[in-house]
């Protein structure tokens, strides 16, 4: 099935572990991203990838690295947990970054990380 | 700063009209995008709007006006399956978008 997934869909992890979540697509989209989404705010910019081999960060990239190896890859890494990374995380990409693009981007299911 | 306001929650009753606004102030301007997000789910696109006016698809419209950084999505013949967050998002001068905390819609038969 064509589209974004991520990779696991719920987990629970100690505080200071590194965790890895997962997000693949097969659209070849250029332009990726990760985001949280915490209730009662906006969905926040962790990194995001302008193309394969760039990244760059967003709003909130403390505590998260991110590579783009491929096209179809774009794993986001959390060195050492900390509570406050509890939340639900959301890859998306679109066709291009900027400029001549509507901007749509198509989005995973979603990753529940919870730190305790 | 950048700052999106949206009503936090809505309620309609089934069959009716609910419009939805947001209010922006962004770093540049680059059009303004509606999702639709039900519980527990990802995000679905809805709709972009660039210019002023009003675009219509199907039972949802939106409109924008930049010179008052004002947008609206409009939902008509509301059904059930309707009942969902609304996010609204403009796009600043980097092409990134600046996402509002959503308002989430309540449609009772």
């Known amino acids: 099935i064509a589209g974004i997934t991520q990779a696991p869909t719920s987990q629970i992890l100690a505080a200071g572990r590194r965790m890895t979540l997962r997000c693949t697509q097969d659209m070849r989209h250029n332009a990726m991203y990760w985001y949280r989404q915490d209730l009662g705010l906006g969905l926040r910019l962790i990194h995001y990838?302008?193309?394969?081999?760039?990244?760059g960060k967003g709003e909130v990239p403390d505590g998260y690295s991110v590579s783009r190896a491929n096209t179809d890859d774009f794993p986001l890494t959390l060195a050492s947990a900390v509570p406050s990374q509890t939340s639900v995380y959301f890859c998306?990409?679109?066709?291009?970054?900027?400029?001549?693009?509507?901007?749509?981007?198509?989005f995973g299911e979603g990753s529940r990380l919870t730190v305790l | 700063g950048q700052n999106i306001d949206q009503p936090t929650e809505m309620t309609a009753t089934e069959g009716a009209i609910v419009q939805i606004n947001c209010t922006y102030q962004?770093?540049?301007?680059?059009?303004l995008f509606w999702y639709q997000q039900h519980a527990g789910e990802a995000p679905t696109f809805l709709s972009y709007?660039?210019l002023d006016g009003l675009e219509e698809k199907g039972r949802f419209s939106s409109f924008l006006s930049r010179s008052k950084g004002y947008s609206y999505l409009l939902l008509k013949e509301l059904q059930m399956k309707d009942s969902a967050s609304y996010l609204c998002a403009p796009m600043d001068s980097n092409y990134q978008l600046i996402w509002g905390a959503g308002t989430k819609l309540i449609i009772k038969p």
């Open positions: 990838s302008n193309t394969a081999g760039t990244t």
């Open positions: 962004t770093s540049g301007f680059n059009g």
């Open positions: 998306a990409s679109s066709v291009e970054a900027a400029g001549g693009n509507t901007g749509e981007l198509f």
């Open positions: 709007n660039v």
